[in-house]
């Protein structure tokens, strides 16, 4: 740009020196007074020549101008292309880890509800609350990363709900105090019992802001004590002021490095403490999410010493009944659990709208607890067809489909007037990204869900978009004793009944996707098969169909053409392994049964209870040695405990017997 602004100055001095030299010299002769008309006339053509001269040198500069602006314009271009390529491949890459790692976490959470709901042994549920309690916090940190661009831009949101105070206390308590004593560290929490019970507010960033503090204070403290206070400020018309502050005798901060506490990925002292894992995203995602609500973080330190981190934070009272001991009421609540509710929805109309029929199968078994069968639909137009003829209080619509996707569907639906405000449409999506919420809010959809659906998740959005005259509150025991709920193993059996039946027709359609280039539906189409052959367990076909997604996402023709006929050969294979079992049991060879006890350390090396379960299930169709199967028998009761480590080193020492 520097070499531009130099000729443009070129062109001006060029220009205005031969025009006032040739000025000067006219001057010159006519002040002599021997100015002919002839030499006047040759003044005005030498004038002439050297005004055009200039005009023809400025011209020529200017073009060489130009042209260098025009370059400069285009590079530019490409930085912006660059920058805008990069943010789009950030924002793939986060929706595809998103997708990766909510999908187990919302299964365990999944069947950690489940447990909750029916278990009547006391300690069982306190555990499995404990459990829910934790994962919720995991989901939330996993959130938080994957959503940093969002709470960069200002954009993340704080969702206010009515909740239990001392439950969400019992959750970060928990979580931490189990790290703190692995450490030797002692825990004070002290917790004022006046605090009312019942809040409004947001009780998922509250946690997650300080178990940030806490799970801090553990990492950088080697002896001592880790302190959380929380107190009352002061409190006046319906809300209260609460006082958080989490101090630790830890190495404590030098002042010069008290700003480095905002940078992102920054880490304090970074040599003294590398043994120390962590991303250095903490203490930034605090600071941020407290000015979100209304507060700021204080940090008082003395360098080798320790460091108190303290903030107030406004809630709304909705029941302004003394806490007490948080620990003995949330110990009341486990007493309490065979009087929980749940809605219960007979009257309600819901209509699911999903490609792929397991889905609406998992879709149809998560929603019959509530008392209602909801109707299914495999396509956009035969949604259509369904709220043609009836009137649904909800419609959840899966976004990725072939040929009319939820969108495009959603759009008929409003400009054809066949639904009102009195119907909600809720977005289904795999993809949980920064800007989903606000995307589908745009497109017209009233909310969204991610899949694999969360139960929790699923029982809000029924309780809010359906008309409340149509939810009556039942006994968690009337689940319990409802013999009509499918069990697990038959749920298993109608889902691998109809992923086999639907087999032959996906390859099918594949095939002719492939042959007829259509990127976007075959894209969608492994989409699906990915999703359902990971909910049967069938892993290599789900990751085979997920590398031809994201080739499709990539429009990566080669790959996909060099790779289709694999995953076709494979996906066919397992149309005769999911034969009807006879009532004589087939031999298992040596090395299938070694490929099965692998599949088990992989499963269960994940914390993936289904998959692993579904191992062991379909070995029970083989004849095997009598110690073998007690073996199996003792993996099976280790998997039931939920002791992955016992489960995985069981199966190691089988592998090391030879599998026999």
């Not at 503090?213 to 609460?242: C, M, P």
């Not at 007829?516 to 909910?535: F, P, Q």
């Not at 992989?602 to 029970?620: H, N, P, Q, R």
């Amino acid at each position: 740009m520097k070499s531009v602004y130099i000729k443009m100055i070129l062109i001006v001095t060029v220009v205005l020196f031969i025009v006032v030299g040739a000025l000067l010299a006219s001057v010159a002769v006519i002040s002599d007074g021997t100015l002919s008309r002839n030499q006047f006339i040759k003044l005005i053509v030498v004038f002439s020549i050297f005004l055009i001269f200039a005009i023809i040198v400025a011209l020529r500069i200017a073009q060489n101008v130009i042209k260098e602006i025009n370059s400069m314009n285009e590079f530019m271009q490409r930085q912006l292309d660059a920058i805008d390529s990069a943010s789009k491949a950030k924002s793939q890459f986060l929706a595809n880890m998103s997708h990766e790692i909510r999908t187990p976490i919302n299964a365990i959470l999944g069947m950690n509800e489940m447990i909750i709901r029916e278990s009547s042994d006391e300690q069982i549920v306190e555990y499995a609350t404990n459990v829910k309690q934790a994962g919720k916090a995991l989901l939330a940190q996993v959130n938080s990363v994957l959503d940093y661009s969002k709470l960069e831009e200002g954009k993340m949101e704080i969702i206010q709900v009515e909740y239990d105070l001392a439950t969400m206390i019992n959750g970060f308590v928990t979580a931490v105090t189990t790290r703190a004593k692995s450490k030797g560290l002692r825990m004070d929490v002290n917790v004022d019992t006046n605090l009312p019970t019942t809040l409004f507010g947001d009780d998922v960033r509250l946690g997650q802001v300080i178990n940030n503090l806490l799970t801090n204070a553990v990492k950088y403290t080697e002896v001592g004590v880790i302190s959380l206070n929380i107190w009352e400020e002061s409190r006046a018309d319906g809300a209260i002021d609460i006082g958080v502050s989490v101090q630790d005798t830890g190495i404590g901060i030098k002042p010069e490095d008290m700003e480095k506490l905002s940078a992102s990925f920054t880490r304090i002292e970074e040599e003294r403490n590398r043994n120390i894992e962590g991303t250095g995203l903490g203490i930034p995602i605090v600071i941020e999410i407290l000015k979100l609500m209304g507060s700021d973080l204080k940090v008082e330190s003395v360098y080798g010493q320790g460091s108190t981190f303290s903030f107030v934070i406004r809630q709304g009272i909705i029941n302004d009944e003394p806490l007490g001991d948080y620990r003995k009421r949330v110990k009341r609540s486990y007493m309490r659990r065979n009087k929980y509710t749940y809605p219960s929805m007979p009257k309600a109309n819901i209509i699911v709208v999903d490609d792929y029929e397991m889905n609406l199968v998992v879709a149809k078994n998560l929603m019959k607890v509530y008392d209602f069968i909801p109707d299914l639909a495999e396509s956009g137009p035969e949604s259509l067809s369904r709220i043609e003829e009836k009137h649904y209080d909800i419609i959840f619509m899966d976004h990725m489909m072939p040929d009319m996707d939820g969108v495009e569907t959603l759009e008929i639906l409003k400009k054809r007037q066949m639904i009102d405000e009195s119907t909600a449409v809720i977005a289904l999506t795999a993809n949980a990204i920064a800007g989903a919420k606000d995307f589908y809010i745009s497109k017209g959809f009233n909310d969204y869900l991610t899949k694999p659906i969360d139960a929790e998740a699923l029982e809000q959005v029924l309780t809010k978009y359906v008309p409340a005259e149509k939810i009556v509150k039942k006994s968690i025991s009337d689940i319990k004793n409802n013999k009509s709920l499918t069990t697990n193993d038959e749920e298993r059996k109608a889902l691998i009944k109809i992923f086999v039946s639907t087999i032959q027709e996906t390859a099918k359609n594949l095939d002719q996707l492939l042959e007829a280039e259509d990127i976007k539906n075959y894209t969608i189409k492994v989409h699906g098969l990915k999703s359902t052959a990971r909910l049967i367990g069938e892993m290599s076909i789900s990751s085979k169909a997920e590398a031809l997604e994201k080739a499709g996402n990539e429009n990566d023709w080669d790959y996909i053409k060099s790779h289709h006929k694999e995953l076709i050969r494979e996906y066919l294979s397992l149309e005769n392994s999911y034969k009807e079992v006879k009532e004589t049991k087939k031999t298992l060879n040596p090395g299938e049964l070694k490929d099965a006890i692998y599949s088990i350390i992989e499963m269960a090396s994940v914390c993936d209870y289904t998959s692993t379960e579904m191992v062991l299930d379909s070995l029970d169709e083989y004849a095997m040695p009598e110690n073998v199967e007690s073996e199996m028998k003792h993996v099976r009761e280790l998997l039931q405990k939920l002791d992955y480590e016992g489960v995985v080193e069981s199966a190691k020492k089988m592998l090391n017997n030879g599998g026999n």
